[in-house]
């Protein structure tokens, strides 16, 4: 069974940084494409950022410019790389493995002064 483990949320103030990590328990995570999603309180889980097996990378149009996605296959990695947080990107992430359909536990990141 492929788990996912998060790791990196918190709470910071806006316009801060955090990275956010997800280590990938299966072996073939290097020819699997990765995503991360989100789900605020109340609101509908969405898709944030998402890269394929090659380096393709797509974003949601509001973190574009600010949210980096990037893979490191040695180390089975996917991180999120999240800058100049506004309050509206407070929310859970989820890590997401299309290819397995499986989800990570979640890392709440809370953008607030």
């Known amino acids: 069974q492929v788990q996912l483990v998060e790791s990196g949320g918190g709470l910071v103030q806006p316009g801060e940084s955090l990275r956010l990590s997800c280590v990938v328990s299966?072996?073939?995570?290097?020819?699997?494409?990765m995503a991360w999603y989100r789900q605020a309180r109340g609101k509908q889980r969405e898709l944030v950022a998402a890269?394929?097996?090659?380096?393709?990378?797509n974003y949601l149009d509001s973190v574009k410019g600010r949210f980096t996605i990037s893979r490191h296959n040695a180390g089975n990695t996917v991180y999120l790389q999240m800058n100049s947080l506004k309050p509206e990107d407070t929310a859970v992430y989820y890590c997401y493995a299309p290819s397995f359909r499986a989800w990570g536990q979640g890392t709440q990141v809370t953008v607030s002064s």
């Open positions: 299966e072996r073939i995570f290097s020819i699997s494409a």
């Open positions: 890269i394929t097996a090659g380096g393709g990378t």
